[in-house]
């Protein structure tokens, strides 16, 4: 199910949702930064390319786009990257070193349509200027964020995303039980590591967001965020130290699924 909606006038959110069974919908989203530079934020999981491409001319003529703002090399990132390169050869994509080093061992991207930005380093497209930074909480080393200060967006990639039995386009909309639960539940599968993070350091990285003031937090697994809720969304991480461990159902569990697929033993 893909769908697309305006998390600000010149910013539609492309989105979709991956089911896992068992725990619930993750959101997938991909962005548009309309303006006289159009920018795209990621390019939506493999298998549903097809979908991708859809949602993103229903918002913009591909062959309008500039620049791919490449938060990270994961599966539910680079689904039309390759095509899009291909299609529209003005393109060209913003990552780092790991980034086009991790995607060499499966497609390589040409050289001279890469564009490196190491975080705290800043790029002007336009009227916007984007400076690259590492959110908190992260599942690639190849993963780069993004403040833009022409909106005051703040674009987490993976950090801030949420596990959720509903998906709705604005976070605000979340209770603060479930965004709470849906974040905690979603970072100790991502981000296990953080289990073993000190919660003062962490704490120290929640603040570097903190002063950047965000007016929208616009993660790839939560629906858009305002900038009001900066506090709660940085408060679930805060706590996920201390958080239970996600273990994945053992080969029991997966057993009994199948017998209740398949009736039972045969
Ligand atoms: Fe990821
Ligand atoms: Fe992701």
């Known amino acids: 199910m893909f769908g697309s909606y305006k998390a600000a006038p010149d910013i539609d959110v492309l989105t979709s949702n991956i089911v896992i069974p068992g725990f619930g919908l993750l959101p997938v989203n991909a962005f548009v930064l309309q303006g006289e530079v159009p920018i795209l934020v990621d390019t939506g999981t493999v298998a549903d390319s097809e979908a991708f491409m859809t949602a993103l001319r229903s918002v913009i003529d591909p062959g309008d786009l500039e620049w791919i703002w490449l938060t990270h090399t994961d599966f539910d990132h680079i689904g039309s990257l390759h095509r899009l390169l291909v299609e529209n050869p003005r393109l060209r994509v913003i990552t780092t070193y790991l980034g086009v080093g991790i995607l060499a061992l499966f497609n390589p991207l040409p050289m001279d349509r890469v564009y490196f930005l190491n975080p705290g380093q800043k790029i002007t497209l336009g009227a ?50 479930d965004l709470r639960d849906g974040q905690m539940f979603w970072a100790t599968v991502d981000f296990p590591w953080l289990h073993k993070v000190n919660e003062d350091v962490l704490a120290k990285e929640l603040d570097v967001i903190r002063a950047m003031e965000p007016t929208m937090i616009l993660s790839s697994h939560l629906p858009a965020a305002p900038g009001s809720m900066t506090e709660r969304i940085l408060a679930s991480l805060a706590a996920v130290p201390r958080a239970p461990r996600f273990v994945g159902p053992d080969q029991d569990a997966l057993e009994q699924l199948l017998a209740q697929i398949t009736g039972g033993p045969q």
Not at 143 to 169: K, Y
């Open 128 to 177: 916007r200027t984007l400076t690259a930074f590492k959110p908190p909480a992260f599942d690639s080393p190849s993963t780069t964020g993004f403040h833009d200060d022409s909106s005051g967006a703040l674009f987490s990639s993976d950090c801030f995303g949420a596990m959720l039995q509903a998906i709705p386009e604005d976070a605000s909309a979340l209770s603060d039980e």
